[in-house]
């Protein structure tokens, strides 16, 4: 079965210290992965996406992750993280079907 | 531009009734998801469209779901006899083709069933 596993549901933070938040996906799932942001009552916003060549992918507001196929995982990170950056993040895999399947989230508090 | 826009935001239906939620994509974007966010459930797929292909209907959850898309644009889901399990948001997202296309998303439908 297809899956996308994040491990993390809640993850707090203090502001400036850095952050990873670890996804891992199943080998038939994927093709291509993303990195979604949903920030309160809103809708989801892409962050990156890996397709094919550099394992290392960067995104918006300072974020990157790193694909690696041997470990099928797809972690997000970022060096320093804001207050703003408090938000839902969702990490998604997909295939030429177009359809996205989706991790449970995980739940990113910063910290002043 | 404008972005893909929902309605409406918020709906609250009594067990039993037939809801209609509506979705209007970016215009030229020839694909289109639904997708059901829910606390027990997460993000799962419900449906997709592309262009004039037959729908990938294969994450509908029962046959009170259905949903359809006229001209290659605006979208209707559509729930029969509401249960309460059906409550969720209802997300929406286009994009230009499907695959590698980035998903732009909607900000929702909060569907409540009392």
């Known amino acids: 079965a297809q899956s996308v596993t994040q491990l993390d549901s809640q993850v707090p933070v203090f502001e400036e210290a850095p952050v990873e938040l670890r996804c891992n996906y199943s080998?038939?799932?994927?093709?291509?992965l993303f990195w979604y942001v949903q920030y309160p009552n809103q809708g989801l916003q892409l962050l990156l996406k890996?397709?094919?060549?550099?394992?290392l992918v960067k995104g918006i507001n300072g974020f990157e992750a790193e694909f690696n196929k041997s470990q099928t995982s797809f972690h997000l990170r970022k060096p320093s993280v804001h207050i703003s950056d408090t938000a839902e993040y969702f990490c998604?895999?997909?295939?030429?079907?177009?359809?996205?399947?989706f991790g449970q989230g995980t739940e990113l508090s910063v910290k002043p | 531009g404008a972005g893909v826009s929902q309605s409406p935001s918020n709906k609250v239906t009594e067990k039993g009734k037939d809801v209609e939620l509506r979705c209007d994509p970016i215009?030229?974007?020839?694909?289109l998801y639904w997708y059901r966010q829910s606390l027990g459930q997460g993000l799962e797929f419900l449906i997709y469209f592309q262009g004039n292909s037959a729908p990938d209907k294969s994450g509908l959850p029962s046959d009170r779901f259905s949903a359809e898309r006229t001209g290659g644009s605006v979208s209707t889901l559509t729930i029969q006899r509401t249960q309460q399990e059906d409550s969720a948001v209802y997300l929406c997202a286009s994009s230009l083709m499907d695959g590698i296309y980035e998903q732009y998303f909607g900000p929702g439908t909060r569907l409540t069933v009392t």
């Open positions: 215009s030229g974007h020839t694909a």
């Open positions: 080998s038939s799932v994927s093709v291509y």
């Open positions: 890996y397709l094919s060549g550099s394992t």
């Open positions: 998604a895999g997909g295939n030429q079907g177009g359809k996205l399947i």
